[in-house]
């Protein structure tokens, strides 16, 4: 394959809850070794829809940019059931589920998640609250298998809505922003597997596996002095002294920045094993997870 070239490389840390939040953060680096950057939020800090507007603005331009978002792209799509478990069986295609989750979150702000959650359909699905229910089932895809078999690493379940790890309602919140970015500029960007790369591409991300590929441990960067020692080991320049203390989401969104720049290149990750099967045209892929089972 013809491998893409991308002038700026953008990794976006994402949060999914509700009100108030703090956890999302996104940074930039160039070609080269150039050491990455943070964007500035407009205001205190960023939330779900000026990270949308912005993207929107940026990808109306005419620079190629590679983006990674630390979601999920897509819910598990299980022989037999199909996505959410048999409860949407009319829906095959990636952009259809999205558009399915849209219509059940309409009017919810800043691409909430919580009406979706809580339909009626899907809701028995969520492990949303105390003990694990009778009966529920983890439910994941083949690429946070493959990525657990890989890295050494536990992407976990959409389906676990509970405790500072959880990853559903950020990607519920995620695909709904894919969703609506997609809309607007589809001409201008990609949506990786699923479509052939053109201008700009925008891909699954797991900040995790940067940090393991960077330090060999999952463990989250304690300081600026071990986000440089990661930085160097994967090609970038180390960064400046920046004048406050870096959150960990800041950390991860430099890290993953600096992390696509270095993969990026590889034809492999592009198309890692079976990326181009039924299963995974449907359910998305993590970028740098390069086998599947």
Wanted: with cysteine; aromatic share 10%.
């Amino acid at each position: 394959m013809i491998i893409p070239e991308f002038d700026a490389f953008i990794a976006i840390d994402w949060s999914g809850a509700a009100r108030g939040y703090n956890g999302v953060a996104a940074a930039i680096c160039r070609r080269g070794r150039q050491a990455p950057t943070l964007i500035i939020p407009p205001g205190r800090r960023w939330t779900r829809r000026e990270i949308a507007d912005w993207l929107k603005r940026r990808l109306g331009g005419t620079r190629p940019l590679l983006i990674g978002f630390d979601f999920a792209f897509g819910f598990p799509f299980e022989p037999v059931l199909g996505y959410l478990g048999g409860c949407a069986p009319h829906v095959k295609k990636i952009f259809d589920l999205w558009s399915l989750i849209e219509t059940k979150s309409c009017g919810e702000p800043d691409f909430g998640c919580n009406r979706f959650v809580n339909d009626q359909s899907y809701r028995w699905l969520f492990w949303t609250a105390g003990t694990k229910p009778e009966g529920w089932s983890e439910r994941k895809r083949l690429t946070e298998h493959a990525c657990a078999e890989e890295t050494g690493t536990r992407p976990d379940t959409l389906y676990k809505m509970l405790h500072s790890k959880q990853v559903g309602k950020a990607s519920i919140t995620g695909m709904r922003v894919l969703h609506h970015v997609r809309s607007c500029r589809d001409a201008a960007v990609a949506i990786w597997p699923f479509e052939k790369i053109r201008r700009s591409a925008m891909v699954e991300i797991y900040p995790t596996m940067f940090r393991k590929m960077a330090t060999g441990r999952i463990a989250k960067l304690r300081s600026q002095a071990d986000l440089n020692d990661a930085l160097i080991s994967i090609g970038s320049r180390p960064m400046r002294n920046a004048r406050r203390k870096l959150s960990d989401h800041e950390k991860d969104a430099l890290l993953s920045a600096a992390g696509l720049r270095s993969i990026a290149h590889n034809a492999a990750v592009w198309q890692p094993e079976g990326w181009n099967s039924d299963r995974v045209q449907a359910e998305g892929w993590i970028f740098g997870v390069f086998h599947s089972r």
